[in-house]
């Protein structure tokens, strides 16, 4: 590691973070590739469960952050799965609901469990106060980038 990498990584935090992220996602991917799930699997059942069944694809699409087309694929892979069942939606029949079949209900309740052994491993090292502190920092740093995003976009 050069320098300039060196002072990039200890004055920025922005930049730190993204690092974070990255290494983060990594151990996440590792985690789940043994249960046969990659990034693009386990987020989107995630998802689905946190925002509750008969979510419309848009909404699912916007909460992970991909566009509709790249969904539809993924969405056709989960169904081939049997993890993610796809209807009609009775009030716009352009739009279509989803929902967690029951084996995607187990899927997420491992990815559940996965994910909260590993916040407390990683967590293990701070005391509650500590935790409650550095998630009110990230809650007024995601607020400041989100009125930023909101900027930018006009």
């Known amino acids: 590691m050069d320098n ?3 002072q990039i990584n200890s004055s920025n935090l922005f930049f730190r973070l993204g690092l974070l992220t990255r290494h983060w996602r990594q151990v996440l991917d590792t985690t ?3 249960a046969g799930l990659t990034d693009a699997t386990w987020r989107p059942l995630l998802h689905l469960h946190l925002l509750g069944d008969g979510v419309r694809q ?3 699409a916007a ?3 991909i566009e509709g087309p790249s969904l539809v694929r993924l969405l056709d892979t989960l169904m081939l799965k049997g993890l993610v069942q796809r209807s009609e939606d009775a009030t716009d029949r352009r739009a279509k609901r989803l929902c967690l079949t029951p084996a995607g209900e187990t899927t997420v309740a491992r990815i559940r469990e996965a994910l909260a052994t590993l916040d407390s491993e990683l967590l293990s090292p701070f005391s509650a106060g ?3 502190s550095l998630d009110g920092y990230v809650a007024t ?3 400041a980038v989100n009125a930023v995003r909101k900027q930018v976009r006009g």
């Open 4 to 6: 300039t990498y060196k």
């Open 32 to 34: 789940f590739q043994s």
């Open 58 to 60: 848009k909404e699912l």
């Open 63 to 65: 909460a992970i952050g």
């Open 130 to 132: 500590d935790i409650a």
């Open 141 to 143: 740093l995601e607020s």
